[in-house]
């Protein structure tokens, strides 16, 4: 290549009168000359980009000197650490909480209470979700490398095949019902996706979707469901959201027994039932019978007569029972996915966790009084009871929603729509309208990943805020947040930096121009220390 030539004369002639004027002259035109050179083989690299990009592919996600194999299972130890170290924390917090509800402030600072195996049983769940986070993200960016050198190509395919296949870290999960529940969770979020796609491009508008109140309302109808199943169809429902419910209401799984029993027209268990009500307060409940047309008042809260007075102490009882685990939901996230705003300004991140879960444990509080509110007037105005009753119940309870932050309801709707599908799903399943195929759970959890993927690294804008976030938390990679400047190899910025001392250089006089011309011969001359050429 005629234009790398160097001669040592550089063609100029030298100046006897002037010999340092001479030399920062032949400096100068150097360093044009390399100027060009360096254009010149951007110019070439441009034009044979393709064919040279297929011949030698190289990983942009890690550094130079990093293997793919060390970048994913760095990656994989990471994410592992920081989900288990979420859960872990949870599971302490709640436990100090408990001890301190006992008034036991002085076991707070005894380790073997607070974090013994005895009374500490996270390690196991805190090990699989561990498992679930670092397996799917060291598997992700293992088969994203595999993909790019083997297909020698970066298309959007390779983040639907790398996600999909990765998706299977969801078997580390416990339990179909789970895996069941975060794959329906998945699906409605890879839903909200592909409508947000096709709402910016114009080719798909959801009537309604621009009410102001449209979050709400699909909360409405999801919880609406969800109490509809706890109610008649419990066993739709997973064991543990079952007895979240149960424990968080001011009902009696007897009593919702007898309520299921009557409404379907079967007789009470009248034993069972006698058995509760003899050890309230009041005893037993004179007129039952095996065979009723409502469960009155006095049966569903025997302990006080006032059905106004229940309602306002199953909502206090409520946000007393819940708010620990509110605050622990939203302050170990706060610390631990966001611990350089927490140690800038620790007192305003406590402050934020705190009314966060107020207004969350508030909102709940005042979710649980209603729909034992609306339950109570039915059995005012009304003789016979209606499986219907408890699904208009939670609609209407879920109105409450409105006292969450208007960014959160749509959260909640996304939550609660998922647990409504499974319950739905399952109502299908045991009436025989759907098939009940082994492992579905997982296939669909899969293909939701590679769809949520596509849409994380080409069009993360249609995704919640939320969601995208939290999975580039734990990505912990250039994937998912590209630098603008990567694409710009090391020519392109030593040339501009080239250009940068040139204008220095000719903007300057006297002893800085000399100054500059000599820094600038050490790159110049020696042509074998600049990459590229």
């Known amino acids: 290549m005629p234009f790398l030539s160097t001669p040592s004369s550089f063609d ?66 990471q994410s592992f650490l920081l989900s288990y170290g979420v859960r872990v924390g949870i599971g302490i917090l709640l436990r ?4 301190a509800k006992g008034q036991s402030y002085s076991s707070l600072l005894d380790l073997k209470q607070l974090v013994s195996e005895k009374d500490l049983i996270v390690r196991e769940e805190a090990c699989r979700v561990g498992l679930l986070f670092g397996g799917f993200t060291g598997g992700y960016h293992a088969l994203r490398c595999f993909l790019r050198r083997f297909r020698k190509k970066e298309t959007p395919l390779n983040a639907m095949i790398a996600g999909s296949i990765a998706g299977l870290s969801v078997l580390a999960l416990d339990g179909s019902s789970r895996r069941r529940t975060l794959a329906l969770y998945l699906f409605v979020r890879l839903g909200q996706c592909a409508y947000n796609s096709a709402k910016s491009k114009n080719k798909f508008h959801l009537w309604g979707s621009h009410w102001r109140h449209g979050d709400s309302l699909l909360f409405s109808l999801a919880c609406a469901q969800v109490m509809y199943a706890f109610v008649m169809r419990p066993e739709s429902l997973p064991k543990s959201y079952q ?43 004179n007129g039952l019978s095996e065979f009723m047309d409502i469960i009155p008042c006095s049966v569903i809260h025997p302990e006080t007569g006032s059905c106004l007075k229940k309602n306002i102490n199953a909502g206090s009882s409520t946000f007393r029972k819940t708010f620990p ?23 305003m991140t406590c402050w934020r966790a705190l009314i966060g879960s107020v207004r969350s444990t508030t909102f709940l509080s005042a979710f649980v009084a209603i729909f034992q509110g609306v339950i ?55 009436r025989h309208l759907l098939p009940d195929i082994k492992h579905t759970e997982v296939a669909l959890f899969c293909a939701c990943m590679g769809g949520i993927m596509y849409f994380l690294e080409h069009e993360p804008d249609t995704m919640a805020p939320f969601l995208r976030g939290l999975i580039r938390r734990f ?54 220390s600049i990459p590229g050429l």
């Not at 040279?52 to 060390?70: I, Q, Y």
């Not at 009557?262 to 009500?277: A, T, V």
């Not at 879920?398 to 909640?412: C, G, P």
């Open 12 to 77: 100029l002639p030298s100046s006897a009168g002037d010999p340092s004027g001479a030399a920062e002259g032949r400096l100068r035109e150097a360093e044009e000359r390399l100027r060009e050179a360096i254009e010149e083989l951007q110019l070439h690299h441009q034009r044979g980009g393709v064919e040279t990009k297929n011949l030698h592919f190289r990983c942009d996600n890690h550094g130079p000197d990093e293997s793919c194999v060390a970048h994913a299972v760095g990656n994989l130890c």
């Open 96 to 99: 100090a909480f408990k001890l």
């Open 243 to 285: 007895d979240f419910i149960q424990k968080t209401g001011p009902v009696a799984d007897p009593v919702y027994k007898a309520v299921r029993e009557c409404c379907r027209g079967g007789p009470i268990d009248l034993p069972s039932l006698q058995s509760f009500l003899s050890s309230s307060l009041n005893g037993s409940v």
């Open 325 to 347: 685990l509110y605050f622990s939901l939203t302050f170990v996230p706060f610390v631990v996915l966001r611990l350089h705003k927490f140690l800038e300004s620790p007192a």
């Open 376 to 430: 109570c007037v039915h059995r005012k105005v009304a003789t016979k009871d209606h499986k219907l009753v408890y699904w208009v119940a939670g609609g209407i309870a879920a109105l409450s929603v409105l006292i969450e932050k208007k960014a959160r309801r749509a959260e909640l709707a996304l939550y609660v729509l998922p647990r409504a599908g499974d319950s739905l799903w399952h109502i299908l399943v045991n």
């Open 475 to 528: 990505l912990a990679s250039r994937l998912s947040n590209p630098d603008p400047n990567s694409a710009r190899n090391n020519s392109y910025t030593y040339l501009q930096s080239l250009g940068i001392e040139s204008r220095n250089s000719n903007s300057n006089s006297g002893s800085q121009i000399k100054e500059n011309s000599e820094n600038a011969s050490l790159a110049t001359y020696n042509l074998e």
